[in-house]
Structure formats: C-alpha cells, structure tokens
C-alpha cells in the first residue's frame, strides 16, 4: 500500500497541489512565528537613553509594593513622588545635582513628539551642540534633528521662541532644550535627578528617604521615557505572531481535511477498483493516510525553508512597522523548526482522518455505483461532530452569557469562539447547501433560456462539489465578519456609552502635564451662564482575594454637585451626591462593591487609605473606573474642565468667554460632540495588524484551496461539458454556465460565513446588552465585500480557464474521454 500511495502521489500531483501549497504556508508561518517568540525570549534589555553618560540617577518614589502571603505586589504610581528635600540638600553636599523635567511642546512645523527638557540634562546622553550655541535666555532653545536651524522663530504652545542650536538627532527622542531656569517655570515639579558623585556615597546619603531610587548602570534606562516600551512591543508582537500560527493551524486543517474529502469522493471509482481486486478496508485507509504522511513530509520540509529564508524579512518589516523594537532580529534557534515539522505533520494527519475513514468504509459495488451519482454526503458521524460541535458552541455562549458576559467582550475570547461555529457549520453545510442554492438561484432559473435552470440543479446535484468550494469561503468571511466587527462593536460600545454619560455642552483639555491651574479654573467658574466641573487623572489601587494588586483609573472632581450637573453616571446603586473626601465610587467589576461598604485602597501617590462605597457603576465595557474627590488625589492636575450651561444661557457666549478664560493656559475649547469624535475609542494598531495579518491567511489558503477544488472539479466535468456541447450549446455559453455556477457556490458559502458571523456578535450584542451598554451589531460590510469580490474572482477564474482549455478539443473526443 505505501507503494500505491508514493504513485498516488506522483501521478495525481495536480489533485494535492493545492493541499502541499497549503500545508507549506502554514508550516512556513509556524517557523517564522517560533523563530520569532524565541528570538524575543533572548532580547537584550533596554539600554539608557537619556542618562547614559550620567554617573548616578535618583528618582523619587515612584512604584507601589504591597506585601502580600505570596510576595510583594508591586504597580507603577499614576503620580510619582518628588525627590525629598532633605535627600537633594545631602546629594548637593556630595557634587553637581541636576534636577531633570519633561513635558510635552507642540510646535508650528515640528515633529508631533516634541519633549521639553533642561539644557544641562543634555550633557548625559549625551548631546553636543553640531551647530549654533547653547540657550542663555528665556526665548532661546536649542531643538533636535533638521526641522528648524538657529536663527529661525517658530511658535509653540508654551510661547514663540528662536532657535539658537541644533544638536543631533539620537533616534530615541525630538527635543526642545530650554534654559534651566525656563524649564523650571514651565514644570515645576521634577523627579528625578542627575548627580555627579559617587553611586555609593549616594546611597548612605539617600538612606533615610524612604522610596527614593539610586539608579546605575543599565538600571538608568528606568529613568527614561517608557522604560518597558520594548518588553511591551514585544509581547504585542508574541500576541500577534501567536494568534496568526493558531488561526494558521486551525484554517491549515480546514482546507486540508477539505480537500482530502473532495479527493476521496473524486477516486471512489479507484477505491472500488482496489476494493475489487482484494484490498481490505483497512488497507484503502492506510493508503490514504500515507498520502497525506508522504504529502505531510514534503510539504513540512518545504514550508520549514521556506520559513527560514522568511523570518528575516518579516522581521524586518515588523521593525520598520513600529511593531517591533529596532534592535529585533531573528536569532539562531532550532527547536522553532521541530515544532513547525512535526505540527505540520501532525495537521495533515488530522485533516485526512475523516477522508480515510470513509475511503475504507465504501463496498466495491457502492463505490462502482457511486460513481456518477452524489449520494449519503451527509454520513451519521458528519451529522453527529457537526451537531456536537454546533451544541457546544451555542451551549458555553449561553454559559458566558449568564456567568460572565464581560469574558465575551475579551480579544483572546472573540478571536478563538469563531472557530468553533464555523467548524460546526461547515461539517452541516451539505444539509443546507441544496436548498441554499436553489433559494439563491431561484429567480435566474425563471429568466428565459436554459442557463439559470441548468445553473440551479447542476450546483444543487453536486453537493460535495459545492460544499468544498463553499467551506474555505464560509472561513474567510466568517473570520472577516466576525472579527472586524467584534472591533467595531466595541468601539461603538465605547462611543455610546460616552455619548450617553457626558451631559456637558462643553469639554475642555490641553493644558499640558502642568494640567489648569487654580487660577485658570476660577476664570472659567466665573464666566457667566457656565456651570463648571474640573477634575484630573488618576489611579487607586486595590489588593483583590489578598494577593492580586489591581489598579483603576480614576477621575478625582473638586465639586461632586458640579460632576451631577455634566455627567451622567451609570450608576447601578448608590447616589452621587454620596460622594465626599471619605468615599469613592467603585463599579461592578470590584471585588468589594456594596453601597455604605468600607474598602482599602491606595492613592495615586501611594497613600495608603480607607474608604467608604458612595456608588457603584454598572460594568460597561470594561472602561468606567471609579470616581474620587480631589482631596483622595493629590499631586493631581486639573487635566479636563466639563461645562454646563445653566438655564437661559447662550452656547455661544459662554464658548467665546472660556476661550478668553483659558487662552493663556493654552487650553481647548471644544462643543461635546467634537469632543467625543476626538476621543472616541478606537482598537490599537496593533490589535488591527494581528485581525489583518489573520484575515490575510485566511484569504490566502481560501485562494488556494478554491483554485484546487475549482481545477480539480471542472477537471472531473469533462463528460458533462461535452454533453452540453453536443446539445448545441456554444462555448461561450458553457463557459459563462460554468462561471455562474462558480458565483452561485460562493454565495453559498459567503452567506453561511455572514451567518456565522452573525451570530458570534449577536452574542456580543447580549454581553455588552447585559452590560448596560446598549449599541448595534456593526457588520463590517466594505470588507466583507472586498472578500466575497476576491472569492468569486478566484473562483470564476480557476473554473472557467481549465473549462477553456477542455472545449478546445472536438466535443465527441471529450464524450469519450475518461474521468
């Protein structure tokens, strides 16, 4: 039998092309996607940046560390605390003593990432003046990279000021160095600082200030701006290249079993050959298992070469997408090539297990009778997987429903849940692909002429034909239906429950990280017709089932009357006006969240304190947080001011006269629905570059598997073709029949995909409904669209040209020609 299957192989090559094409792919991504979680596993850590060249760093308290029965828990504070006094008087005993600040500078022409910094910080990273001078006074700067030269003005949210020098651009930041003493005005507050002495007598010196860091060597870089970026960006791509080799190897074993299955039933007439000659079923089983081994080794090796010459150049690209930190390579790792072999044997095992069970399963007169009549393509266990898997998926969505619907509204959830129903779905489509097709083809066979007719029976007599084109089409728009949208229903989620919590005429923000000062505020309190609500940013932290340290956003107001009048909160118990400096206003995904009930928490500045419950917000979609007074955030700024009108006033007054109050702080004015187009929600990048690197699969192997099954089914049709033309049908009409058959079989499967995706997000629908957030199903249509149009090109293309090719012999060779 191993003999049987290596000519198998050899001369129906054309039958597994589209089965070796598709394995190698998967294998080659499963080789990329190892070698590149193994490379970040031995990623260098992030060297310092802007206190390279600074002997010793100090940073105020800046992490929280709660012990715990299992070890500290620790979390970075929203509001980090300044250097002690006492500590900076002892330090500037021991040498210079640089105070660092970093704030934000929006300028005409410059980079949108502009920083602000202290000229003398400039020494340790260290910069050097290429060109010009250094800033000696208050309008003078000194700017990074070629945007703006010495002697030119430019304009800026902190002031017009003129460029005196350039230094050089050093690829991790765009800087404007100001004056010390400008700097200092501009931030007050700094951090951290740079000291010339030695690391251990700064040690003995800060010993007393408890919570300050000493900062050496490599550890300077945890003076730097995003410390972590590089670990974050890595695990973000771990996630992306992770979800891709798991939709991989579950899109690989779809088109695989899928084409094993169409072969199966193409060489029935083979198998009852063999069947007659004397083969057992079993033996016809192992034949066919072989194939898909002998297949499985070829195509395993070609996609681990093919995956090796790959993985550079998608590191490359991950690099320069800003997916991936610009030291990324791809390192000199073996094991990623084991586990992409062995899986991709391992898959092509699994997608030929059903095939070869009903290869042996067929009797040398059934398979001789079988021949040209499609018949039991809906077997017991077919019925039975399909039926199981369809319970199971409809059975644990009403289990998440009931028990957890906020686990549904999860990317991990709603990326993997579509993989059960399009399975369950594609095992029953044979049962609904006859009367789909006809339903679809209904109002064609009642045009005049033959065509529609012959459209409509020849697509619902060949079931199988029609079910194996239709499965890779029902993956990709099902995957295409329901990821998209799950993204896009979240983010209408999120935008609706903005629109339905901000009852402010007016919102205003942008005054930098100095936030609004008291001033300012008054101002705009003192604008007539204007009911005022400032508040800041910032965090509480929670020790949940005494050993899990969480933290949640906050958003600290001066005046909870004012927060009534321009927010609507979603309150499931409690009142607002319950709120004052010894309460908060928690949701539901607390573990503490009864009303009057007393909970520890610390502050954003890591101070420790005990509150009582005033509210509790209903859940959402995961993004309420709680709400504290300003008196439970210190060290916050006023970072956004909410404005009501009061009864009588006129909307464009009271805008023009807050305009005039926050113009010197550099404030933005904006109307509540420009405000929520500014800020509405809207998935990360990199979230969309893992759904589109998915999607992308799924539309290749769909390519591939509909130019198989296509090639090979049209192949299989020469009898019928010919008969067509020796009934007097022209060629042009075979071809344009055999096209439209092609149209009609992927409607069929676009529509079971736009069900399936239907109902995945109909279940989101019930979480986020549960939820209290109440929003529509978006159906990603121009998508959906875009990859129904591929599919039906592929399609008509890969029916069509081998049919072509077929009507150039004479139609009485074709009805002779054997199948």
């Keep these: 039998m191993l003999s049987v299957a290596l000519r198998t192989l050899r001369t129906r090559w054309v039958t597994f ?101 202290p000229w003398s910080t400039a020494a340790f990273a260290p910069y050097g003046i290429d060109a010009g001078r250094a800033p000696r006074a208050a309008g003078e700067v000194v700017v990074t990279g070629g945007w703006a030269g010495p002697g030119e003005r430019i304009r800026t949210d902190r002031g017009a000021v003129e460029v005196v020098g350039t230094v050089p651009d050093r690829g991790f930041e765009n800087a404007v160095f100001y004056t010390d003493a400008e700097a200092a005005r501009l931030s007050p507050v700094s951090l951290q600082l740079a000291v010339d002495a030695d690391a251990a007598a700064v040690r003995d010196a800060v010993r007393a200030g408890a919570g300050v860091r000493i900062l050496t060597g490599d550890d300077r870089r945890f003076a730097d701006a995003g410390p ?146 499609e018949a039991g393509t809906m077997t017991r266990g077919r019925w039975l997987s399909g039926t199981v898997l369809l319970l199971t998926a409809l059975g644990t969505l009403a289990f998440a429903l009931a028990d957890a619907p906020g686990d549904l509204l999860h990317r991990k959830t709603y990326v993997s849940r579509p ?49 194996a084109v239709a499965a890779p089409v029902l993956v990709t728009v099902a995957l295409a239906g329901s990821l998209l949208g799950a993204t896009a229903t979240l983010d209408e989620a999120g935008a609706a429950e903005a629109r339905e919590r901000t009852a402010a005429a007016f ?82 995904e607390w573990e503490r969240h009864s009303v009057g009930r007393s909970v520890r928490v610390w502050l954003g500045d890591g101070t420790r304190r005990t509150l009582r419950v005033a509210a509790v917000m209903r859940t959402g979609t995961g993004g309420n947080g709680v709400y504290v007074t300003s008196a439970n955030a210190p060290r916050a700024p006023v970072d956004r001011v909410d ?27 904006s109307a509540r629905d420009e405000w929520l187009a500014d800020t509405r929600r809207e998935t990360g990048g990199t979230t969309r570059a893992g759904l589109f690197l998915v999607l992308g699969i799924a539309l290749l192997y769909t390519g591939i598997s509909l130019v198989n099954t296509m090639v090979m089914a049209t192949s299989d049709r020469v009898r019928e073709l010919a008969a067509l033309r020796l009934a007097g049908a022209t060629g042009r009409q075979v071809l344009r029949l055999v096209g439209a058959e092609s149209l009609t079989v992927v409607a069929v499967g676009a529509l079971l995909g736009l069900v399936v995706a239907a109902l995945n997000l109909a279940g989101m629908w019930g979480a986020l409904g549960l939820l209290s957030v109440h929003t529509t199903i978006e159906l990603p249509w121009a998508e959906l669209g875009a990859v129904t149009a591929c599919c039906a090109v592929l399609a008509v293309a890969a029916s069509v040209a081998p049919a072509a090719l077929a009507l150039r012999r004479r139609a009485v060779e074709l009805a002779g020609a054997r199948e």
Excluded: K
Aim: hydrophobic letters at 50%; glycine letters at 10%.
């Design 17 to 117: 092309l589209g089965s070796f094409v598709a394995l190698s792919l998967g294998v080659a991504l499963l080789t990329v996607t190892g070698l590149a979680l193994a490379s970040s596993v031995d990623a260098p850590e992030q060297r310092p940046e802007r206190f390279a060249a600074a002997p010793v760093v100090v940073r105020g308290q800046d992490t929280l560390r709660v012990p715990t029965p299992i070890g500290d828990r620790t979390q970075r504070l929203a509001h980090p605390r300044a250097v002690p006094d006492g500590v900076v008087a002892e330090l500037r005993r021991l040498g210079r003593v640089v105070a660092d600040r970093s704030f934000p500078v929006r300028a005409e022409g410059g980079p949108g990432d502009l920083v602000g910094h």
């Design 228 to 373: 972590d970026r590089d670990r974050e960006a890595l695990t973000a791509m771990n996630a992306l290249f992770g979800t891709a080799g798991g939709v991989t190897a579950f899109v690989s074993v779809f088109v695989v079993a899928s084409t094993f299955a169409f072969a199966v039933a193409q060489r029935r007439r083979e198998f009852g050959l063999l069947r007659t000659a004397g083969a057992t079923p079993g033996q016809i089983r192992r034949t066919v298992v072989a194939e898909a081994l002998g297949l499985g080794v070829l195509a395993s090796a070609a996609g681990c070469a093919l995956g090796a010459w790959g993985a550079p150049h998608l590191a490359a690209r991950v690099v320069d997408g800003g997916l991936a930190p610009a030291w990324f390579t791809i390192g000199d790792h073996v094991w990623p090539y084991h586990t992409a072999f062995w899986t991709g044997l391992l898959v092509a095992l699994c997608g030929v297990i059903a095939a070869s069970w009903r290869a042996g399963r067929t009797a040398p007169t059934q398979a001789l009778r079988e021949a040209s009549v």
């Design 419 to 467: 993989m059960l129903l399009i399975t369950a779905v594609a095992l029953l489509a044979p049962a609904v692909v006859r009367p789909l097709t006809r339903l679809l083809a209904w109002l064609p066979a009642r045009l005049p002429g033959a065509g529609g007719m012959l459209v409509r029976e020849n697509a619902a007599a060949g079931v199988r034909r029609t079910a």
């Design 507 to 588: 919102v205003i923000t942008g005054a930098g990280d100095a936030g609004f000062d008291a001033r300012t505020v008054d101002r705009m309190r003192s604008v007539p017709g204007a009911v005022v609500s400032p508040s800041a940013s910032s965090a509480v932290y929670a020790l949940e089932d005494g050993v899990a340290l969480i933290r949640s956003d906050a958003r600290a107001v001066a005046d909870p009357a004012a927060l009534s009048a321009t927010t609507r909160l979603p309150l499931a118990a409690g009142s607002l006006a319950a709120l004052d400096d010894s309460s908060i206003i928690v949701n539901e």
């Design 643 to 669: 404005v009501a009108l009061a009864d009588g006033a006129d909307a464009g007054t009271v805008a023009a006269g807050l305009r005039a109050a926050v113009d010197a702080a550099g404030g933005r004015v």
